[in-house]
């Protein structure tokens, strides 16, 4: 199975600094990567993904993020963040099982906003 | 847009109950999940299951049971519930269809007490 690491657990921020949140994952052959946002309150909703193809994707919110397969990582970044961005963001891993796929998640990285 | 529904946010219990967490999706998804959130720890898989009628231990099975007799539905069972299960419990569904990048949709979420 899978492992993610989310290195760090709390990040605090000011308004319209940059972001990073790190993400690494264990090897395999072929991976799917996700980033998930928790607001409070809230369930999981999808940030972005890598299926295949360029190793940027990105969101419509500003936010980017990067497969880098040699150092299996796919860190998350915004390079001006607001207020609402405040939230729990989870990076993903698909594991396949047998023809589906599972998610494996992180620990979690909160994310504070201060003006 | 896909709806992940599960019948109560919050949830009172009293240690020894039998407890029943209900999850509906309306996307026809052959795959559904169960998590439980706590802090620190991301999201843990508890059970999953890729067709009716069929289930799979995920990677904390103890303590809990699931049934899948519907293709919409997947609930989960606490038989005996215990303080250390007083969590946030988080229903996903997926399609296993790869080209969708097996994004899995979450609902609101279960936030249980066990008292």
């Known amino acids: 199975a899978q492992s993610v690491t989310q290195l760090d657990s709390q990040v605090p921020v000011f308004e319209e600094a940059p972001v990073e949140l790190r993400c690494n994952y264990s090897?395999?052959?072929?991976?799917?990567l996700f980033w998930y946002v928790q607001y409070p309150n809230q369930g999981l909703q999808l940030l972005l993904k890598?299926?295949?193809?360029?190793?940027l994707v990105e969101s419509i919110n500003g936010f980017e993020a990067e497969f880098n397969k040699s150092q299996t990582s796919f860190h998350l970044r915004k390079p001006s963040v607001h207020i609402s961005d405040t939230a729990e963001y989870f990076c993903?891993?698909?594991?396949?099982?047998?023809?589906?796929?599972?998610?494996?998640f992180g620990a979690g990285t909160t994310v504070t906003v201060r003006a | 847009d896909v709806k992940v529904t599960q019948s109560s946010r919050y949830l009172v219990k009293r240690t020894g109950e039998k407890v029943f967490l209900e999850c509906v999706q309306d996307?026809?998804?052959?795959?559904m999940f169960w998590y439980r959130q706590d802090p620190g720890l991301g999201l843990r898989l508890i059970y999953f299951?890729?067709?009716?009628?069929?289930?799979e231990k995920g990677d904390i099975p103890e303590g809990y049971s699931v049934s899948r007799e519907k293709k919409e539905r997947f609930s989960l069972i606490l038989e005996s519930a215990s303080t250390n299960q007083t969590s946030m419990y988080l229903c996903?569904?997926?399609?296993?269809?790869?080209?969708?990048?097996?994004?899995?949709?979450f609902g609101q979420g279960t936030r249980l007490t066990v008292v």
């Open positions: 996307m026809d998804h052959e795959n």
């Open positions: 996903a569904s997926s399609s296993p269809d790869a080209g969708e990048g097996t994004e899995a949709f």
């Open positions: 090897s395999s052959v072929s991976v799917y």
């Open positions: 299951s890729y067709d009716v009628k069929m289930k």
């Open positions: 993903a891993v698909s594991d396949q099982w047998g023809n589906d796929y599972k998610l494996s």
């Open positions: 890598y299926l295949s193809g360029s190793t």
